[in-house]
DNA sequence: TAGATATATTGACATTTGTCTATATATCTT
DNA sequence: AAGATATATAGACAAATGTCAATATATCTA
């Protein structure tokens, strides 16, 4: 995984609410949820939200896809795993 | 493990200064480095490296033993662990 | 005991970041 | 087409954060 990425990454998951967001999509029924649950879950303004959204899914943590008006968002298990090896291959664990 | 510690775990792997000194300190031949050396791996001042090491050691990821005027830091890897696997589980991983 | 070396702390500063309100854009429904 | 609903964007602001120079503290050595 390349620097810009594993930092990226690094950087989305170590905001406590935006790691609650990416919680609360990883945690719902069908497997994805759009902007407007997500914020139901939430104490923060929607713009604020979006904002998050957007920093997820520019470190590939989530993956969007719309729905008519809807835009909805399912967990990237693929960079989730690059990202836990990565830190391993990086600080030479097992 | 618990939300503070979870999140400082976070914090503290999400600066890219500070995780590249959490690798010199993986890194190291002896498995353990004192703050000088780190210091000789990285183009900022000493007291921002020794800002660095306050804040891996008190997310409990090195651990620091003095020997006499030097102040030696090892990874602790269980941490690592803990937090890797926290992270799976939050996110219901595997 | 002095001076040298190693690390920590203080206080300041600039940048980044999370947040908001207000507004824009896009889609749906009647 | 018009209003309603969903999401995005712009701009502003305060708080957090990484950085530094200067200084303090602690330990070593001659």
Redesign the pocket.
């Known amino acids: 995984m390349e620097d810009r990425k594993f930092q990226k990454v690094a950087?989305a998951l170590?905001?406590p609410?935006?790691f609650g967001i990416l919680q609360t999509i990883a945690a719902s029924e069908a497997g994805k949820i759009?902007?407007?649950?997500v914020?139901e879950t939430v104490?923060?303004?929607?713009?604020?939200?979006?904002?998050?959204?957007?920093?997820l899914t520019e470190a590939d943590l989530i993956t969007?896809h719309?729905?008519?008006?809807?835009?909805?968002f399912t967990v990237n298990l693929e960079t989730i795993d690059e990202y836990l090896g990565e830190l391993k291959k990086r600080l030479n664990l097992k």
């Open positions: 950087k170590a905001d609410r935006r759009c902007s407007g649950q914020c104490t923060v303004a929607q713009a604020t939200v979006s904002h998050h959204l957007k920093e969007p719309c729905e008519g008006q809807f835009k909805f």
